[in-house]
């Protein structure tokens, strides 16, 4: 059975327009230019396969011959979404490669390089995310493993060089130039599908999430930030999606709603659990509860407090040079440091978000890494 299409024409389920990420859109364009350089075919749209098996239609502007591969463009479509990427053109060439096998990732113009440890990618490589990177990998190796390819290229390896028209200026708009990461955007996605953020319907989803979550009468509902609470509690737990709520960056006005709409004598919920990343997590430690970037501090500063009180001055000071949270828990993890920092900061979270709902129910916390590892516990709090 082949894979399903997604729809974009299909709304989502706050009913606006869904776009596609950057990552998809540096995927269309590696395939469209591959297979323009191995069979000559110049598609006006081209199928790629997602991270989640399902497969996306994206429009390809155009495709060309270079001097030594071939070129294609697409252009980004974040629907709904304000994002400052929307309507962006990005390119990728792909050509042979002079280091023989595999896949080699390059930043073209308009692509950030990564200056600094601490991110997703390692210091000195082009700001490919590792999905976006896995997407263009896995597309472009279906295509070399078809018959029809000449066994010249498909052993040869490939350069593939991506960049974005006008990249430089639109990473001014973002964290960019301050996360250590030089010359332009990152190209970034974890499903391929950029869904719609707008502020009221979103936050009209989020009450949705939450009314249903408390109708199915279960002892306890989830509220995560993002995909990675949602993926570890019905994927990995079996849990319903249904009890799963994405409160995205509003976790205060989730938290809200949950007080108003909770009724003990009416919901069986007993325990709330908050999952997710402590950059988002971490930053209702110090109140705040709208855990946007344009509306609240990074999270570093708390988490590094907490570490003051609990590690000697030699031991802490190894986590002083932290540039983000997720360099921070790598550099604690390398210093044996990691368990105890993130039980300590999962605490606090608890014990905040215990006392914000007014102690009417347990909240227990996750804390995961980028990559999905579990790093942090909380002991719930009784209500």
């Given at each position: 059975?082949?894979?399903?299409?997604?729809?974009?024409?299909?709304?989502?389920?706050?009913?606006?327009?869904?776009?596609?990420?950057?990552?998809?859109?540096?995927?269309?364009?590696?395939?469209?230019?591959?297979?323009?350089?191995?069979?000559?075919?110049?598609?006006?749209?081209?199928?790629?396969?997602?991270?989640?098996?399902?497969?996306?239609?994206?429009?390809?502007?155009?495709c060309?011959?270079?001097?030594?591969?071939?070129?294609?463009?697409?252009?980004?479509?974040?629907?709904?979404?304000?994002?400052?990427?929307?309507?962006?053109?990005?390119?990728?060439?792909?050509?042979?490669?002079?280091?023989?096998?595999?896949i080699?990732?390059y930043?073209?113009?308009?692509?950030?390089t990564?200056?600094?440890?601490?991110?997703?990618?390692?210091?000195?490589?082009?700001?490919?995310?590792?999905?976006?990177?896995s997407?263009?990998?896995?597309?472009?190796?279906?295509?070399?493993?078809?018959?029809?390819?000449?066994?010249?290229?498909?052993?040869?390896?490939?350069?593939?060089?991506?960049?974005?028209?006008?990249?430089?200026?639109?990473?001014?708009?973002?964290?960019?130039?301050?996360?250590?990461?030089?010359?332009?955007?990152?190209?970034?996605?974890?499903?391929?599908?950029?869904?719609?953020?707008?502020?009221?319907?979103?936050?009209?989803?989020?009450?949705?999430?939450?009314?249903?979550?408390?109708?199915?009468?279960?002892?306890?509902?989830?509220?995560?930030?993002?995909?990675?609470?949602?993926?570890?509690?019905?994927?990995?737990?079996?849990?319903?999606?249904?009890?799963?709520?994405?409160?995205?960056?509003?976790?205060?006005?989730?938290?809200?709603?949950?007080?108003?709409?909770?009724?003990?004598?009416?919901?069986?919920?007993?325990?709330?659990?908050?999952?997710?990343?402590?950059?988002?997590?971490?930053?209702?430690?110090?109140?705040?509860?709208?855990?946007?970037?344009?509306?609240?501090?990074?999270?570093l500063?708390?988490?590094?407090?907490?570490?003051?009180?609990?590690?000697?001055?030699?031991?802490?000071?190894?986590?002083?040079?932290?540039?983000?949270?997720?360099?921070?828990?790598?550099?604690?993890?390398?210093?044996?440091?990691?368990?105890?920092?993130?039980?300590?900061?999962?605490?606090?979270i608890?014990?905040?978000?215990?006392?914000?709902?007014?102690?009417?129910?347990?909240?227990?916390?996750?804390?995961?890494?980028?990559?999905?590892n579990?790093?942090?516990?909380?002991?719930?709090?009784?209500?």
């Open positions: 059975m082949s894979a399903p299409f997604i729809d974009l024409t299909i709304p989502a389920s706050n009913g606006m327009a869904r776009g596609i990420t950057t990552g998809s859109c540096a995927t269309a364009a590696a395939r469209s230019a591959l297979e323009f350089l191995i069979f000559n075919s110049e598609k006006q749209q081209i199928a790629i396969d997602l991270p989640s098996g399902e497969k996306l239609r994206v429009p390809v502007n155009f060309r011959k270079t001097k030594r591969g071939a070129i294609a463009q697409v252009t980004k479509n974040a629907g709904d979404d304000p994002d400052v990427t929307d309507k962006c053109k990005v390119e990728v060439e792909v050509k042979p490669s002079e280091k023989k096998n595999g080699h990732f930043a073209g113009d308009g692509v950030g990564v200056t600094e440890d601490g991110l997703q990618i390692p210091k000195g490589e082009p700001a490919i995310n590792p999905i976006p990177r997407m263009i990998r896995q597309n472009l190796e279906h295509i070399l493993k078809d018959p029809a390819t000449p066994e010249t290229l498909r052993d040869c390896g490939l350069d593939v060089v991506v960049s974005v028209l006008g990249g430089k200026d639109i990473a001014l708009k973002t964290f960019n130039p301050r996360l250590g990461i030089e010359g332009g955007i990152s190209i970034l996605g974890t499903t391929g599908i950029v869904e719609p953020m707008s502020l009221s319907a979103w936050k009209a989803s989020v009450e949705i999430y939450i009314d249903v979550a408390l109708a199915t009468q279960s002892e306890f509902i989830v509220f995560s930030p993002g995909r990675w609470g949602q993926k570890f509690f019905h994927q990995e737990r079996g849990i319903p999606l249904n009890r799963i709520c994405l409160v995205s960056n509003f976790i205060g006005f989730a938290l809200d709603h949950l007080k108003q709409h909770f009724h003990p004598e009416k919901n069986q919920v007993k325990t709330l659990v908050l999952a997710g990343h402590p950059g988002k997590l971490a930053k209702v430690i110090e109140g705040h509860w709208n855990t946007h970037s344009s509306e609240s501090p990074s999270a500063p708390a988490i590094l407090k907490i570490a003051e009180n609990i590690f000697s001055p030699d031991k802490k000071e190894k986590l002083q040079s932290s540039r983000t949270v997720e360099h921070l828990i790598q550099l604690s993890r390398n210093n044996q440091m990691s368990d105890i920092l993130f039980q300590a900061v999962a605490d606090k608890s014990r905040a978000a215990s006392k914000y709902l007014g102690k009417t129910m347990q909240v227990e916390v996750l804390l995961a890494d980028f990559k999905g579990l790093i942090g516990q909380a002991a719930t709090h009784d209500g």
